[in-house]
């Protein structure tokens, strides 16, 4: 009897699965775009083996259901011997190679080699994953055994077999996505709501009547929310731009408008123009529409320096459409993005196209991540090319984003996906961590569009159709910022594409998708074209972020 328990147990076993699945392992092992530390190694491991060793559980199912002659005992267990040995080969000899595939991203972003991938760690989560996995997996099979045979009792086999799959799969949906899915965003949609509604101490309502949230403003200090009381009250001085630029300067303005300042996108949009309109936003020369991040940020390494470049003469103004991180943001709230930004440029652009014109600030649009796409959605081209706006900047697009999606599937043949050039550049341009702005001295048309990106960035350079398709971006010339040993592996590089843009932020700044002040300088100098700049200003303007981010109490 034991024997026959042991022989039926082996019997389950997948020697080609287990081959298979060592193969995902050891690919998994391998750079991407992201470094990887120890649990996030081992959990992209443990999925990418149990996927592997499923699919040749998947190919046995397949070849037992077509009836196909079975191996004999003596065969089936040296198979099994056999895969044993090879796979534990392979799977040594790619953990012993992971520290050199891994520093061979860390080198290009300027981070120091690790020891060690800790291989007995990751080895560990790994099991612990497929075991996990396998539970699941066999908690699904019997619950569909059971289902099937009840219903065999009145229809054929095959019709239960099918009906109990289906009901078995209805009963998992219902319990992951209506339970536990659900429950989990609930609990995160009250702490990060709490975490919005947090008032820190050290930041007192402002003073200054110009600015949003002091008593003289229309905007409620507690309603701006925690973002953006940050934003408010930070950015650079009248004093701090006058002494960089040599020359004199004003304060520059900031209207920020929070989820719960008003309760519609409509409402909150309007509040935000008269709370503009208060300051005298539109006296300024330039004035930026900003969309916001998921939780509301608005990242000051993108707006400080074009407050510089414009010598304070600047006003910027943003409205908050949620307290969510962007990619939950997106999963929960997917519409709210692009609504708040349409009600924002509706009401801006609608007052801006009723001034005069040579009495009116320069127009446009910025939004980083989330907030890239929503701005672009905030408008349609045929809404504004009879009165057009001046330009727009983009940095770390989404990879669904409307616009940079169609600009680079349509570029240039020979220009590469990670630097694409746009027909003649008179009206979008790429860049990245090297200026590549000046495109052989191209003239710009009247509306300027440039994407800041960076090759290492898997929230732009993202795709389902990478699990069975090479990505472009790895054909030909690389990024500068992409391991030449990255390879493209089906399904696994998948797997790891989507590890890397939950980690995008990760990285050292001026990498994946952490934009840095320098970068942006270039990109604002192209889309807004400031004057009295000289090189050798520029350069010190870009030392002065790189110091600050070394020294940021300098």
Do not use: C
Request: aromatic content about 12%; cysteine-free; proline content about 7%.
């Amino acid at each position: 009897m034991t024997m026959y328990w042991s022989r039926k147990a082996l019997r389950s076993f997948s020697p080609f699965g287990l081959l298979l699945g060592t193969l995902f392992f050891a690919a998994s092992l391998t750079p991407s775009l992201i470094p990887r530390e120890t649990l996030i190694q081992g959990l992209l491991s443990g999925l990418s083996f149990s996927i592997g060793y499923g699919i040749g559980v998947l190919g046995k199912m397949i070849w037992e259901y077509l009836q196909l002659p079975q191996p004999e005992w003596r065969w089936f267990r040296l198979a099994s011997i056999v895969a044993v040995v090879i796979s534990a080969a392979i799977a040594l000899i790619s953990l012993w190679k992971a520290s050199g595939w891994q520093d061979s991203i860390r080198a290009l972003m300027g981070m120091q080699p690790v020891d060690s991938v800790r291989p007995i760690q990751v080895a560990l989560i790994t099991i612990v994953v497929f075991v996990l996995l396998v539970l699941i997996a066999r908690l699904f099979a019997l619950i569909f055994r059971v289902v099937a045979s009840r219903l065999r009792r009145y229809v054929p086999p095959r019709v239960a077999g099918f009906i109990g799959g289906a009901l078995t799969i209805v009963l998992f949906w219902t319990v992951v996505d209506g339970l536990l899915l659900r429950y989990a965003l609930r609990v995160m949609d009250s702490s990060f709501e709490r975490v919005d509604a947090m008032i820190d101490a050290d930041i007192a309502p402002p003073s200054d009547p110009m600015k949003t949230g002091s008593a003289a403003s229309l905007v409620d200090w507690e309603g701006i929310g925690r973002q953006g009381r940050d934003y408010v009250v930070s950015g650079p001085s009248q004093a701090a731009i006058a002494e960089i630029a040599g020359e004199p300067a004003k304060e520059p303005l900031r209207v920020y408008v929070g989820l719960n300042s008003a309760d519609t996108a409509e409402a909150r949009a309007k509040l935000a123009l008269d709370e503009l309109i208060r300051v005298g936003g539109f006296d300024r020369s330039v004035l930026v529409m900003v969309t916001p991040t998921g939780t509301g940020w608005v990242d000051p390494a993108a707006i400080d320096p074009v407050e510089f470049l414009h010598h304070g003469d600047i006003a910027s103004i943003a409205i908050q459409y949620s307290y969510l991180p962007s990619w939950l943001s997106l999963l929960v709230q997917p519409g709210y993005g692009s609504e708040a930004s349409r009600a924002l440029f509706a009401e801006v652009y609608g007052y801006w196209t009723k001034l005069p014109k040579d009495h009116r600030p320069k127009l446009y649009l910025f939004g980083l991540s989330l907030g890239a796409m929503n701005s672009d959605l905030s408008h349609d081209l045929f809404d504004v090319i009879a009165d057009p706006y001046q330009g727009a900047l983009w940095s770390g697009a989404p990879f669904t984003s409307r616009t940079w999606r169609d600009a680079t599937d349509g570029r240039v043949p020979g220009s590469p996906a990670w630097l694409p050039r746009f027909r003649d550049g008179s009206v979008i341009r790429f860049t990245g961590q090297k200026n590549s702005l000046g495109l052989d001295g191209a003239p710009w048309g009247p509306m300027r569009i440039v994407f800041l990106q960076y090759a290492s960035d898997a929230i732009t350079f993202f795709s389902t159709n990478y699990a069975f398709w090479t990505p472009e971006w790895m054909i030909g010339e690389r990024g500068p910022d992409v391991s030449p040993d990255f390879r493209w592996i089906p399904i696994v590089t998948f797997l790891q594409l989507g590890i890397d843009l939950i980690t995008a932020t990760t990285t050292p700044m001026g990498y994946g998708h952490v934009y840095a002040p320098e970068h942006y300088v270039d990109s604002w100098i192209a889309v807004t074209d400031p004057q009295g700049w000289t090189p050798e200003a520029v350069e010190k303007l870009k030392a002065h972020f790189i110091g600050m981010r070394k020294d940021p109490h300098s």
